[in-house]
């Protein structure tokens, strides 16, 4: 996470982030005053990084620490070169997709889990948007609220969802999928839910970007890039399947008894056409 951040950060909290990535174990037992002494900065810097990364405190953040410091050290992200055999490509592009689920796993904060299962339930219709891969996760999205009950809708043609979004209610909720956070056409979409009235969710890379601060509950996946040479979205693709996936469940779980009647329903119409 702090990697992640890093660039974008002030000064300050940029050489706080640095001295934690330097010496992760010591920080653990620290203050707030204390690593402010040793990174050469003041508490409020320290404050302000941990509203940087979205954290509830200084607790959270040595408790993050405390967590990654006694996991193995993980394997980067590794690129395909090449003349890369079958075999080395499997190998690899496995080891990035879990690499990037375990990552999404850290990064899902549960209570934005639960505040955006609760908002899909008591929402009128569902908007989806993502253009691109993220429309293919968009449209995964849609079809999975639908058999589940709501009125979910993504469209392709990004005009025809804003006209669909013009007529929405102040009752009806928007999702949003942006990898990078800064899509022009999900950030128009964004707006226009928000001056509409709606409840907003987005799925972005974690770190701060337009999308994410905008949004009414911002769920964030790894922020790790993918292989330079790629010529489509992979590891961010299914890290986005993921939260929806997560999203979906959590919601069938919590409303079991209603949800699985409509489940079973949209199963046997389609098995009748069959």
């Given at each position: 996470?702090?990697?992640?951040?890093?660039?974008?950060?002030?000064?300050?909290?940029?050489?706080?982030?640095?001295?934690?990535?330097?010496?992760?174990?010591?920080?653990?037992?620290?203050?707030?005053?204390?690593?402010?002494?040793k990174s050469e900065t003041s508490?409020?810097?320290?404050?302000?990084?941990?509203?940087?990364?979205?954290?509830?405190?200084?607790?959270?953040?040595?408790?993050?620490?405390?967590?990654?410091?006694q996991k193995p050290s993980s394997v980067e992200y590794r690129d395909i070169d090449k003349g890369e055999s079958s075999h080395h490509i499997i190998e690899q592009m496995t080891h990035n997709g879990i690499q990037m689920l375990r990552e999404?796993?850290?990064?899902?904060?549960r209570e934005d889990?639960?505040?955006?299962?609760?908002?899909?339930y008591n929402a009128r219709s569902l908007h989806i948007f993502g253009v691109g891969a993220s429309g293919l996760v968009a449209y995964d999205a849609q079809q999975k609220f639908l058999r589940a009950g709501s009125y979910a809708f993504y469209l392709q043609d990004p005009h025809l969802s804003y006209t669909s979004l013009s007529n929405a209610e102040a009752n009806d909720v928007a999702v949003v999928i942006s990898f990078s956070g800064k899509t022009k056409e999900t950030l128009q979409f964004l707006k226009l839910a928000k001056k509409n009235g709606l409840q907003t969710i987005?799925?972005?890379?974690?770190?701060s970007s337009p999308i994410s601060q905008l949004a009414d509950i911002p769920l964030y996946?790894?922020?790790t890039e993918e292989a330079t040479i790629r010529s489509a979205a992979t590891s961010s693709r299914l890290a986005q399947l993921h939260v929806i996936d997560v999203l979906f469940m959590t919601y069938v779980s919590n409303y079991y008894d209603e949800v699985?009647?409509?489940?079973?329903?949209?199963k046997a119409a389609i098995d009748h056409k069959k």
């Amino acid at each position: 996470m702090l990697k992640s951040v890093e660039s974008s950060l002030p000064a300050s909290e940029k050489k706080i982030a640095q001295f934690i990535m330097s010496s992760p174990e010591s920080v653990i037992t620290m203050t707030v005053k204390q690593l402010a002494e040793k990174s050469e900065t003041s508490s409020a810097a320290v404050i302000r990084l941990c509203k940087s990364m979205d954290l509830k405190g200084f607790q959270e953040l040595k408790m993050r620490i405390a967590g990654d410091v006694q996991k193995p050290s993980s394997v980067e992200y590794r690129d395909i070169d090449k003349g890369e055999s079958s075999h080395h490509i499997i190998e690899q592009m496995t080891h990035n997709g879990i690499q990037m689920l375990r990552e999404t796993d850290e990064m899902l904060r549960r209570e934005d889990v639960d505040r955006a299962v609760s908002a899909i339930y008591n929402a009128r219709s569902l908007h989806i948007f993502g253009v691109g891969a993220s429309g293919l996760v968009a449209y995964d999205a849609q079809q999975k609220f639908l058999r589940a009950g709501s009125y979910a809708f993504y469209l392709q043609d990004p005009h025809l969802s804003y006209t669909s979004l013009s007529n929405a209610e102040a009752n009806d909720v928007a999702v949003v999928i942006s990898f990078s956070g800064k899509t022009k056409e999900t950030l128009q979409f964004l707006k226009l839910a928000k001056k509409n009235g709606l409840q907003t969710i987005s799925i972005t890379k974690y770190g701060s970007s337009p999308i994410s601060q905008l949004a009414d509950i911002p769920l964030y996946t790894s922020a790790t890039e993918e292989a330079t040479i790629r010529s489509a979205a992979t590891s961010s693709r299914l890290a986005q399947l993921h939260v929806i996936d997560v999203l979906f469940m959590t919601y069938v779980s919590n409303y079991y008894d209603e949800v699985i009647e409509f489940l079973d329903r949209s199963k046997a119409a389609i098995d009748h056409k069959k």
